[in-house]
């Protein structure tokens, strides 16, 4: 379920949409799986830690596999949230012990933060949130950051400039509006923001489901990447025409998973709006 780009090697390491690799050849690199989780959390405590392992086995014996047969690994690349997939959350327990596998394989920790970077989930970057035994290896950016880029340890700094490069790379134009970007969050306070609205529309999706749980199930987030399961593409699908009819812009992600994606500057009197149209429309399905 990753999304990590549309280039030739990024694209190998996608797996959300089969469109996106049609006709395009692509490297012999393992997939491993993300956990998955059962909601409420509290709930299904025991049956998401035995998900992690899981998941954790499955890292550490595709490693091992690829190195038994002589053929080395780079790395691993993981989103901290898992967007394009269905947003999903990993346990700050997975991605730490992720983190410890590779560092124990000595292989790169590449995480990829172009939709979860500069301030979605209330904190700058989303591994910030999981207490990582040090920072990742390399972290990609893109989107909000206005140009495409990574930062990286000084052990995977190439010796050769221009090695890395792209078009999006460096544009004096896009730095002096990054720049501005950045002092406008801090100056507004806009990761605060992010966290309190973002509570309080995870409140207002949880109070919905309650409500509705023939229609509605699964709300999760983290600051503003928010989500809940829908049962269904189909009804998914229906409840974004229907709140896009009533003004509010609300997108897919997953099998049936309804995403919301605010501005870092949407405030509780915006989510107020979004979780009434919400009750309009399932009140509506409800009949």
């Known amino acids: 379920g990753a999304f990590h780009g549309r280039t030739f090697g990024a694209l190998t390491t996608t797996h959300s949409k089969p469109i996106h690799k049609l006709d395009i050849p692509a490297f012999d690199w393992p997939i491993a799986s993300f956990p998955i989780y059962k909601y409420p959390l509290e709930e299904f405590k025991t049956e998401n830690e035995a998900e992690d392992r899981r998941c954790l086995e499955e890292v550490q014996c595709l490693i091992e596999q690829r190195e038994n047969t002589g053929k080395d690994v780079a790395g691993v690349v993981i989103e901290p949230i898992q ?12 991605m730490q012990k992720l983190q410890a596998i590779t560092k124990k394989a000595d292989v790169g920790f590449l995480v990829d933060e172009v939709q979860t ?37 000084k052990k995977y700094r190439p010796k050769q400039g221009y090695r890395v490069f792209n078009t999006w790379m460096g544009d004096p134009g896009k730095m002096l509006l990054l720049e501005a970007v950045l002092q406008t969050i801090k100056t507004e306070n806009l990761l605060d923001n992010v966290t309190k609205t973002g509570n309080h529309l995870l409140k207002g999706l949880e109070d919905l ?51 919301l994606r605010p501005a870092l500057n949407f405030t509780q009197h915006h989510a107020d709006i979004l979780l009434d149209s919400l009750k309009s429309v399932l009140a509506e399905e409800a009949g």
């Not at 967007?83 to 997975?94: R, Y």
């Not at 970077?117 to 209330?122: E, I, K, L, N, R």
Request: aromatic content about 12%; proline content about 4%; overall charge positive.
């Open 83 to 94: 967007c394009e997939g269905g947003d999903h959350h990993p346990s700050t327990n997975f």
């Open 117 to 153: 970077g500069c301030g979605s989930t209330g904190k700058m970057w989303c591994h910030e949130h999981y207490h990582l035994d040090g920072p990742p290896d390399i972290v990609t950016f893109s989107k909000k950051m206005l140009t495409g880029g990574f930062y990286l340890s």
């Open 209 to 259: 489901q309650a409500r509705y749980p023939q229609y509605l199930n699964s709300a999760r987030g983290l600051g503003f990447i928010v989500s809940v399961n829908c049962f269904t593409a189909l009804r998914r699908d229906k409840f974004m025409h229907k709140l896009r009819k009533r003004g509010v812009h609300v997108g897919g992600c997953g099998v049936d998973v309804l995403r």
